[in-house]
């Protein structure tokens, strides 16, 4: 007999319905210890609630949070809201003795991620931060080149999230434009975590950083015929020096809203001395695989569906977004079960933390023209 994980889901907005999706196909994963369930889920919209009436596992629908923190039919909650109610409702969850997995930037800024961790810390729940792409299966081939040292002594390190999103100035504003809502840092608290989620699993912390910042629509419309402000950072370049063997290594972060041709591309790229890899979302199937030789060349390897945690699905199969938010909820289950057996788990409270720290530095970089040492 599996281990319940009964879940209930507070914001049941694009992110809430993605993981209701994952809950959905739970199924579909091999040899997991846990079985997920969706049992409550909070939202202010009735639209929303309509459409979690649709899962038959559901048993709560509530537009009070703290009624479905009272539940006792309810163990783990994922929280997907906006930046601004991250400090209160987590802490909430916590208060509540529930274990969380709640979305990224974990706080609209550095001071609400703070007590996002110290109220981690004092609860002793199980606590992870939302990163789903590093779960792909080209995201671990490049896990796997660097910590087989085989890349030889490293050279460079390039990570990035890039979107076309805003390139439409007649694209109406939401909260995720906006300081008040989503947080002074802007498309760092949308896209950061996912870009530095690697680079400090593998160690990666920078040192210093240096940061280009940028704001190109100031206003946008507001969707009654008017125009509201639009004064979040769209693009964010952060060009920062990590230490990897006692030798310092450029990295740069890249987070844009306005990636003329991007839909949704994560990428990681690492070059060293012996060799380099390469993977990009804009082709899940490729990994460019690069081994020093006399000829210059990059090797493009065909890749299907190796997952870290097995599923049904075949191997040669293509690997898309819901499968990889299924794998991250799989690594919550089972790392909170204790059985996550060594594979990858998710983005931990500390590094929403240090995700924070250097977003606050590059804050300050970008405002003063200098470069910002981290501790
Ligand atoms: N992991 C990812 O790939 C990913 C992608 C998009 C967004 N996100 C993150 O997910 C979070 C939510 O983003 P989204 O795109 O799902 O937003 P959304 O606007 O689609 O959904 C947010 C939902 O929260 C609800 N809500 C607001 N206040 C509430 C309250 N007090 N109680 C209950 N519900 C409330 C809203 O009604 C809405 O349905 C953010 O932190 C965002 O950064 C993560």
Not at 24 to 45: H, K, S, T, Y
Not at 221 to 241: Q, R, V, Y
Not at 357 to 367: C, E, I, N, P
Request: glycine share 10%; with cysteine; hydrophobic share 45%.
């Amino acid at each position: 007999m599996k281990q319940k994980m009964r879940v209930g889901i507070i914001g049941g907005g694009l992110m809430g319905r993605e993981a209701a999706s994952a809950f959905g196909r739970w199924f579909v994963l091999d040899d997991m210890p846990v079985q997920a369930e969706l049992v409550a889920v909070c939202d202010l919209q009735d639209k929303l609630l309509n459409w979690f009436q649709g899962v038959p596992t559901v048993q709560l629908l509530t537009k009070n949070h703290e009624e479905l923190l009272n539940s006792p039919a309810v163990d783990v909650v994922y929280v997907a809201v906006p930046h601004n109610l991250h400090e209160k409702l987590y802490t909430d969850v916590l208060r509540a003795g529930k274990d969380l997995l709640a979305e990224k930037p974990f706080g609209i800024d550095l001071a609400a991620a703070r007590a996002i961790a110290n109220a981690t810390a004092t609860s002793g729940r199980f606590v992870r931060c939302s990163s789903e792409f590093p779960f792909l299966p080209g995201a671990q081939r490049v896990i796997q080149a660097v910590t087989s040292g085989r890349l030889g002594r490293l050279l460079e390190i390039r990570s990035g999230f890039w979107h076309a999103s805003d390139m439409d100035p007649n694209k109406a504003v939401n909260w995720k434009r906006q300081n008040k809502t989503n947080g002074e840092i802007g498309v760092m608290g949308d896209l950061g975590m996912h870009v530095v989620h690697v680079p400090f699993r593998l160690g990666w912390k920078p040192l210093r950083v240096y940061a280009q910042l940028q704001k190109v629509y100031t206003q946008r419309p507001d969707g009654k015929g008017g125009m509201a402000p639009c004064d979040t950072w769209d693009n964010a370049m952060l060009h920062t020096e990590v230490l990897v063997d006692g030798n310092e290594v450029p990295m740069r972060l890249e987070m844009k809203r306005l990636a003329p041709g991007e839909m949704n591309t994560w990428f990681l790229e690492v070059l060293g001395t012996e060799g380099g890899i390469r993977f990009s979302t804009k082709d899940p199937k490729t990994l460019w695989v690069f081994e020093r030789a006399k000829e210059q060349g990059w090797q493009r390897i065909d890749i299907g569906y190796q997952t870290p945690f097995s599923t049904i699905t075949g191997g040669i199969f293509e690997v898309g977004f819901p499968d990889c938010f299924l794998q991250m909820w799989a690594g919550f289950a089972a790392e909170r079960a204790g059985a996550l057996n060594g594979r990858f788990g998710c983005a931990t409270p500390n590094e929403a933390l240090a995700s924070h720290a250097l977003f606050a530095a590059a804050l300050k970089s970008h405002a003063d023209k200098c470069v910002v040492a981290l501790d």
